[in-house]
Each structure stands twice: as structure tokens, then as C-alpha cells.
């Protein structure tokens, strides 16, 4: 991987900026230098605040202390609908300032659509050129480095039954050694699994433990990005920076993807649900019951449909039930917004566990915003992938959701 450090008294950036959500990770050095009043405008604005304007917000979790690169990361997203704001508070409160790359023209290392979408608004407002990385590079680049950097970077989720509660448990998972360092796993509090209703739609009562395996190498494996859409990757070895070279190096191909992802949930809800922000659509998701919208096999069959092994309870077709009127008024807007989760997640974990089938790989990564603060889904894709499989296949999961490629769009243009 990347070896490099920035300079240790200047403060860097990296942006991803989505089709839904753009993401900002900021470089403090450790040593800010006293004589850059910018660096020090920019490092007070950032770190003094945990909000700014009507959606962004710097998450105290994912913030750590990084001695590879000799300073801290701080983590900002903001609906990328808001971008026009975003630049008018940087020149409100004048934290135009010089990134990391030599150059006669300041540079921000920045990927995804809205790098080149937003370009010349940079350099008209900002008077500022946006060195623009690949998307897919940047985002494997960035979990590798979370990866080598992050103690207990990856995890995976067990007793993701519905019906099992607030049993729901996170469990290590070391992609070096591709093994579990540890027996147990940490239970997650129902403020942190946000409790899904028992009357969810279930596949099985099975259990979901993955025997874990002690491969020398933890390639190849599936990376699903979820974010506007899905892209699906097979990587099939490390992210590599020559010495010596500005290109970099990624052992990746991609097999597949769908146009149903996270601005399809976000858009769905507001429409459906008349909520403003995808914080609101997962919260209402978090409270309803997608069983009085979706119909279900025991809607038809009146209990199990035993020939194909599929519970009652097992989604026969998404918003089934809103085909009779009168069963609007019994669905509520958080029904709607969990049953637009669900849709989607059955559609990307089926989609997933194809992939996995068809590539031979038995370890798929979920990734991206969509994911960020939204167990609900990470339970369903795991709970998805565990049953198709019959726990062969892991679903995993990394603590930094969403923050790949902004990460990689840094790491990439370290001096």
C-alpha cells in the first residue's frame, strides 16, 4: 500500500462527491503550522463544530489518530443537493487554501461524478482545480488503507433473524489473516440495531453462523458499492503505488451492478413519504412494519409454502398489498419507508449472492452511505447472503461506511 506521509504541518482533503451524498474526510497534521493563518481557520471551522449548514455532519465516531500519515482524520457528508452551499460557506468563512499536490493552481483531491460535474464551479468560486481520481481506484484504495490502519476495521453480523430480537450480534472479522480473532461477538444495543419489528419478513428460523476459514490469503472477495447505484467488484489481490510511479494499481474487475441503490431508497421515501433527508427515511424505516405493505406468502398461501422450503412470512411481492384500497389507510409512512428498505435490500443481496455463486468467492464486503447509521439493511443483506448460501458466504461490513473513496482520493495524493 501507500507508505508516504503529508507534509506534517499542512492540512489536506479528499472529497467524494456522489450523486446523493458527498463524503469529506480532513487531514489535521499533528503539527499545524502557526504561520498558515488558512490551515489554522480551516482546522478551527472544521473542528469546532460537529454540524454545518442544513445537512452536513462530522462524525466523532470514525475520527481517529493516524501515524502513518503523522495526524488525525476527521469525517464530514453532506447531501451533495447542497453542494452549491457547501461551497458558499467555505468562501463565507474564507477557507480557500493550497492542498498537498505541487502545482501553479491549488488542488483538492476529489472523486465520483461530482468531481467532474462540479469542476468549474470550483474553479470559478473557489479559484480552485479539482485533481480528479478515479472512482473505483480511489474506493479500493480507501479500504485497504481503513484496513492496515483501523484496528477491528471489518466485522460481521450473526443471529440476524428477525425474529431473534435485539440478539443481534458484531463479530471481528481480521481480513489479513482471514479469521476471527476472537469466539465471541459484541451485542449490539437496540439503539444501535434499530429494532426491526418481529413481524419482518423472515427466509428461515435458521441460525447464521459462518464457520470461519484460515486461508493464507483473503483474496479474492466481492466488493459491493452502494451508493446513488450498486456496483459490484471482484478484487483479486492488494492495491499497490509503485515506487517511483503516479499509477496506481488495482487487482479489481467489475462483474455487475443494478440502478436500484441509495437515491432510489432516499428518492422513494420522499416521495412516498414526504420526508426531507435519508436521516428521517431510516429513522422511519427503523419504526415501521413493512408485513402491512408488502405481500407475503402466507397472503397467498395461508401459512408455508412447504414445496419450495419458503416461510409465511417471506416476501412474495414487494408493495403486494397496496394493490386493495383499503389497505392504504392501514399503512403507515414508516410501513412504506421499511418496505422500500426491504425491496431493496432483497433485490441487492439477491443480486450479491449471484455474483458470489458465479465469481467462486465466499466473502462479499457491503459498503457505502446507504449503509451509514442503517442496520436495518446491514442485517437484512446479512441474514440475505447467510440463508442463499447456507452459510457459506460472509456478508461483511466496515466501521467506516461510506468514507472509501474520499479516504483513497487523499491516500492517492500523499506527497
Known sequence: MVKQKFSNDRVSFGLDIGGTLAKVVYFRPNNVSEKDETARRIDEFITSNEEYGKTGKRSLVNQYTCDRLGGTLHFIVFETVRFESFIQIVKDNNLVTWSFKASNTPQIAATGG???????????????????????????????????????????????????????????????????????????????????????????????????????????????????????????????????????????????????GGATFLALCKLLCQCETFEEAITLASKGDSTNVDMLVRDIYGGDYNLFNLSGKTVASSFGKLIHKDAHASASREDIAKAVLVMLTNNIGSLAHLHARLEEVEKVFFVGNFLLNNMIARRALSFAMNFWSKGKVRALFMEHEGYYGAVGALVLNAN
Not at 155 to 180: C, I, P, R
Not at 239 to 260: F, I, Q
Open 114 to 260: 461530482g468531481a467532474h460535474k462540479f469542476d468549474a464551479l470550483f474553479r470559478q468560486e473557489l479559484h480552485l482545480e479539482l485533481q480528479k481520481e478515479d472512482e473505483l481506484t480511489c474506493l479500493l484504495f480507501g479500504i485497504s488503507f481503513l484496513i492496515e490502519t483501523v484496528p477491528n476495521q471489518c466485522y460481521t453480523l450473526t443471529n440476524t433473524n428477525f425474529s431473534l430480537g435485539d440478539s443481534l450480534e458484531k463479530v471481528t472479522f481480521d481480513l489479513a489473516t482471514n479469521s476471527f480473532p476472537s469466539e465471541s461477538g459484541s451485542a449490539l444495543s437496540s439503539s444501535s440495531s434499530s429494532s426491526p419489528s418481529s413481524s419482518s419478513p423472515s427466509l428461515s428460523s435458521s441460525g447464521d453462523q459462518v464457520s470461519p476459514r484460515q486461508d493464507s490469503s483473503p483474496y479474492p472477495y466481492l466488493v459491493v458499492n452502494i451508493g446513488s447505484g450498486v456496483s459490484i467488484l471482484k478484487v483479486t489481490g492488494p492495491s499497490v503505488l509503485p515506487k517511483d510511479s503516479e499509477t496506481a494499481v488495482t487487482n479489481h474487475v467489475r462483474v455487475g451492478g443494478t440502478s436500484l
